[in-house]
């Protein structure tokens, strides 16, 4: 409903910030990280939002950007994850640590963000990873992926260095699971 606010900041505090687009006053929620990196009061300033309906209450959840909010909407679809809790996931991870804590399977990460259990980080984890995977992936499948990387693991990379080697590498279309495991060892020599 509504995309995004472009207008000056008028005021800020811990978690929200206050929009004036056209003389209309606007309180916007967002992550602490986004905050950090509003700007200052009177500047013109542009925030996409997220418009938030539920039978008490109507609220705008904001982002620096279009990827912080699309992470949002991800976890809000997950089953236990309102939306003060995906502020508070956003307020602890940038987007990219966010990505590589639920691709890599960091519940420990997941959980650093207030209000946040281990139950809660293991099912954003299960819900989001393989989505997360498919998009960023340059393959049209991921189908070896498990399988290097365990593969990786047993030659004693972490998940971490193995994710970030699989994801680093150019995919030629038809390669074989071994020679994908072989270009994530060149990635990572």
Do not use: Q, W
Not at 12 to 26: A, K, S
Not at 138 to 153: C, N, Q, W, Y
Request: charged share 25%.
């Amino acid at each position: 409903m509504i995309a995004f606010l472009n207008g000056r900041l008028d005021s800020i505090d811990e978690t929200y910030v206050y929009i004036d687009c056209g003389g209309v006053g606007y309180s916007v929620m967002m992550p602490s990280l986004d905050i950090a990196e509003i700007g200052n009061v009177g500047e013109s300033i542009k925030v996409y939002t997220h418009f938030h309906v539920t039978e008490n209450e109507m609220s705008l959840y904001g982002f620096n950007d279009k990827k912080s909010k699309e992470l949002f909407e991800m976890l809000i679809s997950v089953s236990g994850i309102g939306p003060k809790a995906g502020i508070a996931i956003l307020s602890e991870l940038t987007p990219d640590e966010l990505m590589n804590a639920l691709i890599t399977g960091d519940v420990k990460a997941i959980c650093a963000a207030k209000g946040v259990g281990k139950k809660i980080a293991e099912r954003a984890i299960l819900e989001l990873a393989s989505e997360l995977v498919n998009v960023n992936s340059p393959r049209k499948t991921g189908a070896f992926d498990s399988d290097v990387i365990m593969a990786l693991e047993a030659l004693g990379y972490s998940k971490t260095e193995s994710r970030e080697a699989l994801n680093n590498v150019d995919y030629v279309e038809g390669m074989t699971e071994e020679d994908l495991l072989k270009e994530c060892l060149k990635v990572m020599i």
